[in-house]
């Protein structure tokens, strides 16, 4: 890879601490893996999950020489009113990062649609049609929304928010991406590129993710952030076939190790290279709560990550 260099980073999802699922190891253990399998960077991971207070997440950070990359959270961002109830929340969190951060690196508000509260959603998951997009009114209501929630969390901190495209939420599609990024201003709101969700949105007609590249490049303007996840084309039609849930396919490895997927990541690091990326790339491999082996795959995927010369 070619162009400035970003540095690698790993999140506690990768460890089983994914939606509430409930958490199957503790913060410290985590974080100590995490710089032992030779990542310099992570996320908040679920709410609770990392230290609340932001003089002790920031000690515990910068004593094992990590950056606090961002916070995922979610919020339905399609209800005024709901959204009204989640700000405080949402600016609580993007204080504490602000607080916390041991670099100067600002971290992002991750913010996301609440993927699975929309039944009809949900049941689409990785087979989504035209039909099944938000209505006019409804894709208004939530591009404005989410501004709100941005130009709150800059006017209160400073930070930036990138919205996260996501299976089983609202934006899943390229197309729902694409739109959504017309009708947001760029100055307030970006995205988080995942290599693995914008592969499993594409839907049916690309069980290989081979548009994952061409769609990065497509949306690298509005893609300051982007993370790494490889996806089991296997597990996604099965998804897509209709024989098994968004999150039992999670259950039953939807996103393997890097290298072991349907993802070109050699082609993901040389557009990343061509438009000049520069921030962090953040491995994700969401498993659920005791499974899988978050610490020897968070090693393999460094060394694969190696091999491919970052």
Known sequence: MTGPEPRVANAPCS??????????????????????????????????????????????????GLALL??????????????????????????????AAPTERAPYLILCDDPGRDPRRAERAGRVRRCDAMDPDTHRTFCAQTERVARAVRDRTGLATLFHPHAASRIETPDEIARFLDDTDPDAVGIVFDTAHVAFGHGPDDPEAREVPTLLRQFAPRAPYVHLKDLDPAVARRVRDGAIGYDAAVGAGLYPE?????????????????????????????????????????????????????
Do not use: C
């Open 258 to 310: 890097l290298g072991r997927g349907a993802i070109d990541f050699r082609a993901v690091l040389g557009v990343l290279a061509d438009t000049g990326y520069d921030d962090w790339l953040t491995v994700e491999q969401d498993v659920l709560p005791a499974h899988g082996t978050p610490y020897a795959s968070a090693v393999r995927n460094r060394a694969y990550l190696t091999r491919l010369g970052l």
């Open 70 to 99: 961002g916070g995922f959270r979610n919020a339905p961002l399609h209800d005024p009113d709901g959204v009204t109830a989640a700000l405080p929340e949402l600016l609580a969190t993007a204080e504490r990062m602000a607080a």
């Open 15 to 64: 460890w089983g601490v994914l939606g509430g699922a409930g958490v199957a190891v503790g913060w410290e253990r985590m974080l100590d893996e995490l710089v032992a399998a030779g990542y310099h960077g992570t996320e908040l991971g679920d709410p609770g999950f990392l230290p609340d207070d932001p003089k002790h997440l920031r000690e515990a950070l910068a004593s094992r």
